[in-house]
């Protein structure tokens, strides 16, 4: 920026009125905030207004004191007034469980079984003596069975577990009936008593022993013969490993006929009880000795071509 000469009268004029203006500036801004020491015009003084609370709304609920007047507000005291606050309490839901409390069993107290008075059992108003026979065989065929007792009618009824057979009234002192041999095909023990049809007279119970019958102590263990041709089996004793060779015809121990032989199985019939019994071809010969073993079936007699 250049800067001026003051030497220069014009340059010195243009200073000097530039003071003069700036001084008449500074007598401006001090009458004007300050004066001159005039009293006769006074400014008033500006006094702040404090703001005045707004008035608090308050609900029935609360019961608080109204405001107090708008010409007390001006004393501060008068403004401290008490609050009457009353506090509500949350409800909170309880803990669904306390981890310090655990469940307790209570102490069982054993009790006194009483053990009650058996009632006496009635006296059966007929009497069963006896039964004949009084065991016989499975898988034989129908027989007859005769009771023996007191006190018979012939209203009255043999049964056997439950199931009413077909009754003859021999007298007052006997009876009897024919037991089917669906009812002996397997081993055990049968319940036998008489009884009227309408259950007012019945007997006390007996037991008919079902055995199991003798079963032929023999293993198939070869045959002899062609393919065309099946003329001796080859039996074993299961207890003296003896070697037996039968035919069609022959009894074994006395007891058992053989009536058929084929390649998978024996057929015996018992000739006391009338059973058949079934021998199915086994390889459980003794091996050590070779006449103990299945005899190979022969495919010729002839060996030469």
């Known amino acids: 920026m250049p800067t001026s000469d003051i030497r220069n009268p014009s340059e010195r004029k243009k200073v000097i009125g530039a003071l003069v203006l700036g001084l008449l500036a500074v007598i401006l801004l001090w009458w004007t905030f300050f004066g ?34 708008a010409d007390s507000r001006g004393d501060l005291l008068d403004q ?38 058996p009632t006496p059992t009635p006296v059966p108003p007929v009497l069963l003596a006896n039964l ?50 669906s009812v002996i095909a397997s081993p055990g023990a049968r319940q036998v008593m008489v009884r009227s049809s309408d259950g007012k007279f019945y007997s006390n119970t007996a037991t008919l022993s079902i055995a199991d019958p003798p079963r032929p102590n023999f293993n198939y263990v070869g045959i002899i013969g062609d393919k065309r041709h099946i003329d001796i089996a ?25 009536t058929s032989i084929s390649e998978k199985e024996l057929v015996l019939i018992d000739n006391n009880l009338k059973i058949k019994h079934t021998l199915a071809f086994s390889s459980q010969g003794d091996r050590g000795n070779p006449l103990q073993r299945p005899t190979p079936r022969v495919e010729s007699e002839d060996d030469e071509p």
Do not use: C, H
Not at 48 to 60: E, Q
Not at 172 to 180: D, E, L, N
Not at 242 to 247: A, G, P, S
């Open 36 to 69: 001159f020491g005039s009293s006769s015009t006074t400014n008033a003084p500006r006094t702040t207004r404090t703001a005045t609370p707004a008035p608090v709304r308050r609900t029935t609920a609360d019961r608080v004191q109204p405001d107090p007047p």
């Open 80 to 117: 401290l007034v008490p609050v009457n606050w009353q506090s509500s309490s949350t409800s909170v839901p309880e803990a669904r469980r306390n981890i310090f409390v655990y469940y307790e069993a209570p102490k069982l107290i054993p009790k006194e079984s009483i053990i009650p008075t």
């Open 132 to 181: 004949s026979p009084a065991s016989v065989y499975a898988r034989t065929g129908d027989f007859n069975l005769e009771i023996a007792g007191d006190k018979f009618t012939p209203q009255m009824r043999v049964m056997i577990d439950g199931n009413e057979l077909p009754t003859r009234f021999l007298g007052p002192q006997q009876i009897s009936a024919t037991v089917p041999a």
């Open 234 to 258: 080859i039996l074993q004793d299961k207890s003296s490993k003896e070697i037996l060779n039968l035919q069609r015809g022959d009894l074994l121990g006395g007891r058992f006929r053989l």
